[in-house]
């Protein structure tokens, strides 16, 4: 509590207050849910292997409860904890933290329609209910917990973003005088080349970056092999997805997608999707920047609709398979709002201190290549900040 809740206890409290809740009901069980781990504070480390469950009241201190054996073990999180040992206990137990609550929220998602808060199981839930309290999602909560961004954090992504484009400078440079020497170019060795520059920035990443020729270029989650490693031709098509972060556990990710072309002019059917892109990402960042400026709610599926609307109008909307974007935070997928109507319909709101990833793409396995352009963007207040500029508005020419 003293290295997470307590930090942004008024923030919390202030966001159940204005949902009109009686307080949020954190519960775990063997990690489960990390989201209650994390928010609870409780060390990745720290051994709990019972049920237990914090309540943060909408006024006051947060109240806990743990099995008896692994009390203990919790007393610096929360000097008061109550506890319990049978399973009678433990319901008691629950109807004692929640008091005369009437309106709680969990982990849980209406028809699982954001699978990512979906971390309750239905059984603790039934349980929660028949103490006559009415539950409700979490989702927006764990914004203002996980995914709302300290002005430190967000140094740390302006930076971390600043390395990437970075990076992406001198990789495209590398493949480029490589080419023009007749020099072998393979996806295996830019991403070794990508992972050094990495190594050399201060960067860490949870996968090495994607790097893809051609029709690998179609796969949005292509992963060069040794195995399989293929070489990039003049006259191919390179697709770069890179993401990291500085090695602090508290850090944010940046995230960005290029494209690039072995050739001194793109063929017109690669240019012209890469257009419909462009326009697709361009339009995602205009609807929501606008929404924002005018005071105006927006959420995460309009978003997705307003950039997919593009592309459908293109006559593309089956190779467009993925969300437009994902939240960005300490992990390169965040718990916040992500851009999504299509894999689920994500009715949270981009409250200000939230960032994310917008990245349509388009993909034509049978055509040899896909596109797929990448920002990321802070809700800055009432406006939205893109934090990887420039952006890719022409392809890059590597020869």
């Not at 924002?292 to 599926?301: C, E, I, W």
Request: net charge negative; aromatic share 8%; with cysteine.
């Amino acid at each position: 509590m003293k290295d997470h809740i307590m930090q942004r206890l008024s923030e919390i409290q202030s966001a159940i207050r204005a949902e009109g809740l009686d307080g949020w009901l954190l519960y775990d069980f063997k990690g489960l849910n990390p989201i209650a781990l994390r928010v609870a504070g409780i060390p990745a480390d720290r051994f709990v292997s019972r049920r237990w469950a914090c309540f943060i009241p909408a006024q006051g201190k947060p109240r806990w409860l743990a099995h008896a054996i692994e009390a203990g073990g919790l007393r610096d999180l929360a000097p008061d904890i109550a506890t319990y040992v049978s399973w009678q206990a433990w319901r008691e137990g629950l109807r004692g933290l929640v008091g005369v609550s009437q309106r709680v929220a969990m982990e849980v998602s209406p028809g699982c329609a954001v699978p990512y808060i979906s971390r309750v199981d239905a059984g603790t839930v039934e349980l929660v209910r028949s103490l006559g309290v009415e539950v409700v999602t979490s989702a927006d909560l764990v914004q203002v917990a996980e995914a709302v961004w300290t002005p430190d954090q967000l140094a740390t992504h302006r930076r971390a973003c600043a390395a990437l484009l970075a990076v992406k400078d001198v990789t495209f440079a590398h493949v480029r005088e490589r080419l023009a020497a007749g020099l072998p170019v393979t996806e295996c060795s830019v991403q070794d080349f990508m992972m050094q520059q990495f190594a050399g920035r201060g960067l860490e990443t949870d996968h090495p970056p994607i790097v893809a020729v051609n029709a690998h270029a179609a796969d949005p989650h292509f992963a060069p092999r040794r195995s399989a490693d293929t070489s990039l031709q003049p006259g191919d098509f390179l697709l770069l997805d890179l993401w990291a972060r500085e090695p602090d556990p508290s850090a944010i990710y940046g995230d960005i997608t290029w494209v690039g072309y072995a050739g001194l002019v793109a063929p017109p059917s690669i240019q012209q999707v890469f257009e419909i892109v462009r326009q697709a990402r361009d339009a995602a960042v205009t609807f929501a920047g606008g929404r924002l400026r005018a005071g105006l709610p927006v959420y995460g599926y309009e978003v997705d609709d307003a950039c997919r609307a593009v592309i459908a109008a293109a006559g593309l909307a089956d190779r467009f398979i993925h969300r437009t974007g994902h939240s960005i935070g300490t992990t390169g997928h965040g718990n916040g709002v992500n851009l999504d109507n299509l894999e689920t319909q994500d009715r949270r709101r981009l409250i200000p201190g939230v960032g994310f990833s917008v990245e349509p793409g388009i993909y034509l396995p049978e055509e040899g290549f896909g596109v797929r352009l990448e920002i990321d963007c802070y809700v800055n207040g009432n406006d939205l900040e893109v934090t990887t500029l420039p952006l890719q508005n022409e392809i890059v020419l590597l020869m």
